[in-house]
């Protein structure tokens, strides 16, 4: 595993160093579980969609301590939380 720790912080960085795209990830892993609801009838139409937007609710998420480009996907920066 390689160390990252010479990576500036996130807050330093207004693009990625490497090819200048305007876009970051971070990586999260998730624990828990969910639950998603379906129709008797099979008709998902948007009309008709089951209400799904409480699957998420119950899952811890954990962020890595890396920002990735978002286009060439190198690591680019450090990253501490939504709070840079």
């Not at 010479?6 to 828990?32: I, K, M, S, W």
């Not at 799904?52 to 998420?61: E, F, T």
């Amino acid at each position: 595993m390689s160390n990252h720790s010479n990576l500036p912080a996130l807050a330093e960085l207004t693009e990625c160093p490497y090819c200048g795209h305007d876009e970051f990830a971070v990586r999260y892993q998730y624990a828990g579980t969910g639950s998603v609801h379906r129709r008797f009838d099979r008709d998902d139409t948007f009309q008709k969609q089951s209400d799904n937007s409480g699957m998420y609710d119950r899952l811890k998420m954990t962020p890595g301590k890396l920002a990735y480009c978002s286009q060439c996907h190198k690591p680019i920066a450090r990253y501490e939380g939504e709070r840079e």
